[in-house]
């Protein structure tokens, strides 16, 4: 079946340093592929989205780009802020209509 | 626009107790998720409602959980008789079509089960 494979946290960074948080992915046909963050005592919210191969999404200074080679949907971002700290779902939606969710990743960034 | 609402954020209850959770999902959109997401995990989809009939219930147990959405507007989820393991956040999420649409998800409802 379909699943989203996220590496695991946390994730410890200081300020200004460079994001990468990797995800694959497992799917029959052409998913459409999101990143979702989730700040402490909220739901979780769309970050950016890719719908086909060699898309790049981008918001807030993040990026990912649709890797349809390799599978892939890395969320990256040049220079990390304290309020970037939270914990961030990488996600698809495919042929049967369902969000599959990744276990979760979570970013702590130090002052 | 308004929001996903979901009541209510906190809920504790004893083990063989039941208990409900109510959603109201964004104004004009036909998909309804509910999402239960343990402590670590990512949500896991438990059903999926278009306007007011169910497209995916397969993890749903549908021994002690059960959901409606009448008139395809609000929706309810309800756990009879909830185990230890049931506590964990419920997520109530929607969106306009099903494919490739950026879901909006509510605060959630924490659950916990003594």
């Known amino acids: 079946g379909d699943s989203v494979t996220q590496m695991e946290g946390p994730v410890t960074l200081s300020e200004e340093a460079f994001l990468t948080i990797n995800c694959t992915y497992t799917a029959t046909g052409y998913p459409s592929l999101f990143w979702y963050v989730q700040y402490p005592g909220e739901g979780l919210q769309l970050l950016l989205k890719?719908?086909?191969?060699?898309d790049k999404g981008s918001n807030k200074g993040f990026e990912a780009t649709y890797r349809k080679e390799t599978t892939s949907f890395h969320l990256e971002k040049g220079s990390v802020q304290v309020s970037d700290s939270a914990v961030y779902f990488c996600?698809?939606?495919?042929?049967?209509?369902?969000?599959?969710f990744g276990t979760g990743t979570r970013l702590k960034v130090l002052a | 626009e308004a929001g996903v609402a979901q009541s209510p954020r906190y809920k504790i209850i004893e083990k063989r107790q039941s208990v409900a959770f109510w959603c109201n999902p964004i104004?004009?959109?036909?998909?309804l998720y509910w999402y239960q997401q343990i402590l670590g995990q990512g949500p896991k989809l438990l059903i999926q409602?278009?306007?007011?009939?169910?497209?995916?219930d397969s993890q749903l147990p549908k021994d002690r959980f059960s959901a409606e959405r009448l008139k395809g507007v609000d929706s309810t989820l309800k756990i009879q008789p909830a185990k230890l393991e049931d506590s964990a956040v419920y997520l109530c999420?929607?969106?306009?079509?099903?494919?490739?649409?950026?879901?909006?998800f509510g605060q959630g409802t924490r659950l916990t089960v003594v």
């Open positions: 890719a719908t086909k191969a060699d």
């Open positions: 999420a929607s969106s306009l079509v099903e494919l490739a649409t950026e879901a909006f």
């Open positions: 409602f278009q306007n007011n009939g169910v497209v995916d």
């Open positions: 996600a698809l939606i495919s042929g049967t209509y369902k969000y599959i």
């Open positions: 104004s004009g959109h036909a998909t």
